[in-house]
T-cell receptor, first 116, second 110 residues
Framework: GAVVSQHPSWVICKSGTSVKIECRSLDFQATTMFWYRQFPKQSLMLMATSNEGSKATYEQGVEKDKFLINHASLTLSTLTVTSAHPEDSSFYIC????????????FGEGSRLTVL | GEDVEQSLFLSVREGDSSVINCTYTDSSSTYLYWYKQEPGAGLQLLTYIFSNMDMKQDQRLTVLLNKKDKHLSLRIADTQTGDSAIYFCAEGSSASKIIFGSGTRLSIRP
């Protein structure tokens, strides 16, 4: 299957700082990428849909100004958690969609964010 | 709205079959997917089934789809310790967003 790489895998930051997470599709072009947040009780929450060359589409309840998404190229989307607070600590996972076929999602390895 | 439901936990003995069940609400879904997540990792696509199919088999994995009841299941034959993971059921189509269930944590006992 297609490969999606996410970086960094782990990040620890102080409260009030900003953290950027990168998501790259390594062997295919992705006009659409998705950012998820996974809570300790395992459920996945779709945060936003990242569209190449245009603004991201955020799900209800997700703060646009807090979670900045940029999809500057067909292989790269970034999620920036601005002014992070301890409640933002979570596991963030990106995914990219294959074109055609079953439209299945291919996921990155995830990024564990801990805000002190 | 769309919803996908799964039980949260399943425990099976090593060597037995595991059956993970899922129900969904969107009858217009074109594809039903099963993903596996190992600890600290992203989700890995295991298999998917087109909505006009009843069954799909891939080595130890068998997917059954009852479209009338909107019920999907994943059977893992001869369950091994390496199968311990969280399994997510998901529905969608190639053009719409994919909706995930809450995941079923499969644990294997000796």
């Amino acid at each position: 299957g297609a490969v999606v790489s996410q970086h960094p895998s782990w990040v620890i930051c102080k409260s009030g700082t900003s953290v950027k997470i990168e998501c790259r599709s390594l062997d295919f072009q992705a006009t659409t990428m998705f950012w998820y947040r996974q809570f300790p009780k395992q459920s996945l929450m779709l945060m936003a849909t990242s569209n190449e060359g245009s603004k991201a589409t955020y799900e209800q309840g997700v703060e646009k100004d807090k979670f900045l998404i940029n999809h500057a190229s067909l292989t790269l989307s970034t999620l920036t958690v601005t002014s992070a607070h301890p409640e933002d600590s979570s596991f963030y996972i990106c995914s990219a969609r294959s074109s055609g076929g079953a439209g299945e999602l291919f996921f990155g390895e995830g990024s564990r964010l801990t805000v002190l | 709205g769309e919803d996908v439901e799964q039980s949260l936990f399943l425990s099976v003995r090593e060597g037995d079959s595991s059956v993970i069940n899922c129900t969904y609400t969107d009858s217009s879904s074109t594809y039903l997917y099963w993903y596996k997540q190992e600890p600290g990792a992203g989700l890995q696509l295991l298999t998917y089934i087109f909505s006009n199919m009843d069954m799909k088999q891939d080595q130890r994995l068998t997917v059954l789809l009852n479209k009338k009841d909107k019920h999907l299941s994943l059977r893992i034959a001869d369950t091994q310790t390496g199968d311990s993971a969280i399994y997510f059921c998901a529905e969608g189509s190639s053009a719409s967003k994919i909706i995930f269930g809450s995941g079923t944590r499969l644990s294997i006992r000796p």
